[in-house]
C-alpha cells in the first residue's frame, strides 16, 4: 500500500520561498506521475506542478509557472521548491500518484490519481 506524507508548510511573508516534501513508503511503480494540488478555503482542489517518471519535463499551472520547481522521487522522497510566494498561494498543498501513463491534458485533474497525502499547509502572509 502506497503512503504519501507531505511536510515543510508553514507561515511565510510575500516573496519568501518554502520547499514542501512528499515522502512515499510502499511504492515501487516504474510508469507513473506524480504532483501537487492545492486547495483554499472554499475553492476546488487545483493542480499546481507534475512531472511524468518516463521524462524531464514539468508541468505548472500558469499562475506558479517560474516560481515553482518540482523534482522526481530521490531516496523516496520529492519536493516542490517555492519562490516569490504571493498571498493567493496559501491553501492547503497535497502531494499525489497516478498509477501508469497520463497524457499531459490530463495532469490536472485529482480525479486522475490513485494516491494522496494527507496535506501541508502553506500560508502567506505578512
Known amino acids: 500500500q502506497v503512503q504519501l506524507v507531505e511536510s515543510g508548510g508553514g507561515l511565510v511573508q510575500p516573496g519568501g520561498s518554502l520547499r514542501l516534501s512528499c515522502a512515499a513508503s510502499?511504492?515501487?511503480?516504474?510508469?507513473?506521475?506524480i504532483g501537487w494540488f492545492r486547495q483554499a478555503p472554499g475553492k476546488e482542489r487545483e493542480g499546481v506542478s507534475f512531472?511524468?517518471?518516463?521524462?524531464?519535463?514539468s508541468y505548472h499551472a500558469r499562475s506558479v509557472r517560474n516560481r515553482f520547481t518540482i523534482s522526481k522521487f530521490t531516496a523516496g522522497t520529492m519536493f516542490l521548491q517555492m519562490n516569490s510566494l504571493k498571498p493567493e498561494d496559501t491553501a492547503t498543498y497535497y502531494c499525489a500518484i497516478r498509477r501508469g501513463r497520463l497524457i499531459v491534458g490530463s495532469l490536472f485533474q485529482p480525479s486522475h490519481y490513485d494516491y494522496w497525502g494527507q496535506g501541508t499547509q502553506v500560508t502567506v502572509s505578512s
Open positions: 510502499g511504492f515501487t511503480l516504474d510508469d507513473y506521475a
Open positions: 512531472i511524468r517518471s518516463r521524462e524531464s519535463n
